[in-house]
């Protein structure tokens, strides 16, 4: 969009507030926001094809959407990151700060990226709207029942839950086994005691007594599915081939043959419109789905990101975690799935998080050490070699904090160099925009750049489910082992009779180390992968690989961020962020 002079409006000339640091949400409410029709308008998007939520949220319409269908594609640039730490690595901040950063050149861009669980932000997490001058507003309500798609996937997933039980409860046509029920309930919270339970106890009218048990929304296959699906038809067949339970001659249940698959898009079509906001510089930001990336796949709608790649020249999208997970998750499973085709990818470091990796422990993060900065390094390291397997051109980003020395920001520099790959120290949190022109202007010719970009998948879709998992392992992870317990190997063999052996594999790891024991980090090689559970996820498309101790449930912290949480005495909420 042009200024009344001509140039590319930026946050220094229109919307950014005024310098003055604070925390995340000080910043956020000192915004000064656009109605979204403005927002979309940026887009070319018209006020008739926008359902507004307030003043400053939108829903894209379904027929606008299929109207454009047939536009040409801009160019998608992945943002994925080093193996997180408590350090923090800033991967949503960097997602925003290069989407303005792009906008600033003149670039028009669109940003796409995850709702957050409500789980991880009353636990220990916190917010995920970006931060400092990088973030997507109205930061509040995007962290908490924003359009209230979450809440949506969690009724149509319990509403299957409920039909089923009631299904069996009523005669049981189907002759569903109680004790291979495959279907749990969720819940978009992190409550560990109802990780196991045994439901349906009182006598006969209280239902089928059976084993049961929660999984947290963000790792629903109907959350996968909706993130997955092109458009509302494949939504509601993928919806009816989710294998929910086996009969008792063995043979699958499908969702589709309780007659689920209509009600469960009753309570989803508004929903699986793509939610628009902006951000802090007015730039427009899709915000849609949200699946964990160590329990699931990791990335934003497949409808969002292809809406966004028809109405912008260049999509900076981001996959949750470390590359080995998003990342692959995105390449493996995203872009094979939908036909995406990746033009550029920035690998997000910082200091803090490279000592952590060096062995540095978290008090004396603030005190200079270029050494550890060096040992960790290997750790950035091994996510460049891993990008490169998929063809895709990359630069590293530095997301800068105040207490970072010279001396340590070159260490990072000179390692990536040894690497041959470009490295930029990037300070949007601080300066929005003006902090990642340098950056953007680099992703901008690599995305341009015809011939760079060679994606392919990490593996073929041929190989068996086990293989597949190895040459992850091997080739991601440098595992020198896999072990699959008993009931994998028992699992793996049923499914692929099944006729589900050529699905790609969802890896549910640990986020934290490139193994599955989260006490290894840098760049450990030579360990032993533990799969202990795998899952089918039918309507989805994948399978889901379990390893270590990793739930699909998440517990809260000894002390979590709710317990900081209030509502002052001017109705504003404290302490999310």
Known sequence: MLNPEGKPESAAETAAPAKKHGSDLEIARAAHLRPIRDVAARLDVPEEALYPFGHHIGKIEDWYLQQIEDRPDGKLILVTAITPTPAGEGKT????GLGDGLNRIGARTAMCIR??????????????????YAQVVPMETINLHFTGDFHAITAAHNLLAAMLDNH?????????????VAWRRVLDMNDRALRRMVIGLGGPTEGVPREDGFDI???????AIFCLAKNFDDLHERLGAMVIGYRRDKSPVYARDIEA????????????NPNLVQTL????????????ANIAHGCNTVRATRAALKLSDYVVTEAGFGADLGAEKFFDIKCRKAGLNPSAAVVVATVRALKMHGGVDKADLGKPNVEAVRAGAVNLGRHIENLRKFGVPLVVGINRFGTDTEEELQAVVDYCAAQGVEAYVCTHWADGSAGSEAIAARVRELADGETTSRFAPLYSEELSVEDKIRKIASELYRAGDVVLSDAARAEIRRLTKLGYGNLPVCMAKTQYSFSSDPALRGAPEGHTLEVREVRLSAGAGFIVVVCGSIMTMPGLPKVPAANAMYVNENGQIENLS
């Open 168 to 180: 069996m409860h009523w005669g049981n046509a189907q002759d569903i086994d109680p004790r291979r």
């Open 217 to 223: 929304t963000v790792a629903s296959e109907v959350m």
């Open 115 to 132: 709702e957050p669980s409500l789980g991880p932000c009353f636990g220990m997490k916190g917010g995920a709207a970006g931060g400092g």
């Open 93 to 96: 901040t960097m997602t925003i």
């Open 261 to 272: 698959p209509g009600a469960m898009s009753v309570l989803l079509q508004q929903a699986f």
């Open 281 to 292: 510089e007015n730039n427009p930001a899709f915000v849609h789905g949200g699946p964990f």
